[in-house]
């Protein structure tokens, strides 16, 4: 049985802008997120109430009305997949088949997502975001520290995400050497369209940009080939 999925035309989220954003149910979240157990944004305030809806049921719908809502996008509609969940799949796996669905749904749209699922030393999955990517869906590889963040931009299959301290510099280095500059919508205290500008970062040339999250942390955001060059493609935005 495939997780329950809403869709919110209009975000009042001033991280993301007015833009489509969805949210999937709990159950698609891997346990091997470290936010798992705690310390998960998308667990507290008006978002867990809306989340805990979709999760039990009671909100959103089936996934394959989702994907015909996503279809009927305008083209080149910027949107954000999982606000709160992660990639279809329950726990640690992804269904690679019905994310495909969404990939073909967002064909001609500028849809972009975030995952903890697994895909160092989990094949399957690693093949099903290398070609999400490779078709124009972006999925970010969230990493729990900056090695594991060279170890997951190494595989080449997406743009990636880290765990940084909150006042880290807004330009350093991980271990490997990949450059980490933090996203100037995230040094911001007004209405800045986040999703925006972190979507004109990531086709920046080789590097990571930054995004801060809430305290004590921050996120950081790999663009390697192919996605940097593709200036009309698909375009990120902050986790929120």
């Not at 698609?28 to 798992?36: I, L, R, Y």
């Not at 329950?90 to 969404?102: C, R």
């Not at 942390?217 to 390697?224: E, F, L, P, Q, Y």
């Amino acid at each position: 049985m495939q997780s329950n999925v809403a869709l919110t035309l209009k975000s009042a989220n001033v991280k993301t802008g007015p833009i489509p954003v969805s949210i999937t149910g709990s159950d698609s979240c891997p346990p091997s997120c470290p936010f798992s157990g705690g310390g998960c944004y998308a667990k507290g305030g008006p978002l867990a109430i809306h989340w805990r809806k979709v999760s039990d049921g009671s909100r959103g719908g089936n996934w394959s009305s989702f994907c015909d809502n996503v279809a009927g996008f305008e083209p080149g509609q910027l949107w954000r997949h999982n606000q709160a969940g992660d990639l279809i799949g329950h726990n640690n796996e992804i269904d690679a088949e019905a994310l495909s669905a969404l990939v073909q749904a967002n064909i001609g749209k500028r849809g972009f997502t975030y995952t903890h699922k697994p895909v160092i030393g989990h094949a399957q999955n690693a093949e099903a975001v290398k070609n999400a990517n490779a078709a124009g869906f972006t999925v970010n590889l969230s990493a729990d520290n900056l090695t594991q963040a060279d170890e997951l931009a190494a595989l080449n299959i997406g743009p990636v995400v880290t765990i940084l301290p909150e006042n880290s510099a807004p330009v350093s280095f991980t271990p490997a050497g990949r450059k980490i500059v933090v996203c100037p919508a995230q040094q911001r205290d007004d209405d800045h369209d986040g999703a925006r500008c972190a979507g004109r970062c990531e086709h920046r040339h080789s590097r990571i940009s930054a995004l801060h999250s809430a305290p004590p942390w921050a996120v950081a955001r790999t663009a390697s080939p192919p996605w940097r060059a593709r200036r009309t493609g698909p375009a990120n935005g902050a986790r929120w």
